[in-house]
């Protein structure tokens, strides 16, 4: 996919009264930051900046942003704030991409095969997702729209671990960057029982449990009662 594109505008003042100010009139106060330049205020149109949000591409993916209709700044969106109770962006962040230097980006994952895997399919278990995205270092050129999850081998109580996700060439996933460490290697999906089918299955223990208690306790009772009955029945026939 190219590169997203958006027109801003430098900033020349800030501060809270400058913000109100330009989301009143319909545009976004923002900021580019990081790699070899001095960061650069700037605001864009609400609604091109919005359109461009309903693609989730564009929240992993390289963005050209030409300032004033001159310079041009490649960048990724680094934050985004929103309004609490409103359906408008506040701000936004953009960090500014330089060419072979790796940066670090959170990508969504795609889950592929879930209808069709043993798990479902033919032992009536239920996707479980543990994550919806991963953070991944690579460079910028590398930068994958998303990470594809094959689900259609999976059958009851597999799962696929973060080690186990097939990624783009030059892409590490940040969690395992570190030393070997086992609980580093999370879940990303697995094949589980429904949790009903489980609560009952564990009811059903919990009963079948309590009658057996039931019936030992009754048990004991009547041995015990024909205990003693036999001992008086012998000291009867002792006197």
Do not use: W
């Given at each position: 996919m190219d590169a997203f594109e958006l027109n801003a505008e430098k900033r020349s003042t800030t501060g809270r009264a400058e913000n109100k100010r330009l989301r009143k009139g319909g545009r976004v106060p923002a900021i580019i930051y990081g790699g070899n330049g001095d960061p650069v205020k700037l605001?864009?149109?609400?609604?091109?900046?919005?359109?461009?949000?309903?693609?989730?591409?564009?929240?992993?993916?390289?963005?050209?942003?030409?300032?004033?209709?001159?310079?041009?700044?490649?960048?990724?969106?680094?934050?985004?704030?929103?309004?609490?109770?409103?359906?408008?962006?506040?701000?936004?962040?953009?960090?500014?991409?330089?060419?072979?230097?790796?940066?670090?980006?959170?990508?969504?994952?795609?889950?592929?095969?879930?209808?069709?895997?043993?798990?479902?399919?033919?032992?009536?278990?239920?996707?479980?997702?543990?994550?919806?995205?991963?953070?991944?270092?690579?460079?910028?050129?590398?930068?994958?729209?998303?990470?594809?999850v094959d689900c259609r081998n999976l059958a009851l109580n597999d799962a696929i671990h973060l080690s186990e996700l097939v990624l783009p060439e030059g892409v590490q996933v940040v969690e395992l960057m570190g030393e070997e460490d086992e609980q580093n290697d999370l879940t990303v999906v697995s094949v589980q029982i429904p949790r009903a089918a489980v609560e009952m299955e564990a009811e059903e223990e919990a009963e079948a449990e309590a009658e057996a208690e039931a019936e030992a306790e009754a048990e004991e009772g009547e041995a015990s009662e024909e205990g003693g009955e036999s001992e008086s029945g012998e000291d009867d026939d002792k006197s």
């Open positions: 605001s864009f149109e609400h609604n091109d900046l919005v359109h461009h949000l309903d693609n989730e591409a564009f929240f992993s993916h390289i963005i050209k942003i030409h300032v004033n209709g001159g310079d041009t700044e490649e960048v990724v969106l680094r934050d985004l704030q929103r309004h609490p109770a409103k359906p408008f962006v506040e701000h936004a962040d953009f960090l500014r991409i330089v060419a072979g230097e790796a940066l670090r980006m959170s990508v969504p994952l795609h889950f592929v095969g879930e209808e069709e895997c043993p798990g479902v399919q033919e032992e009536d278990g239920i996707i479980q997702h543990n994550m919806n995205d991963i953070e991944i270092e690579c460079l910028p050129r590398d930068l994958p729209e998303y990470i594809e």
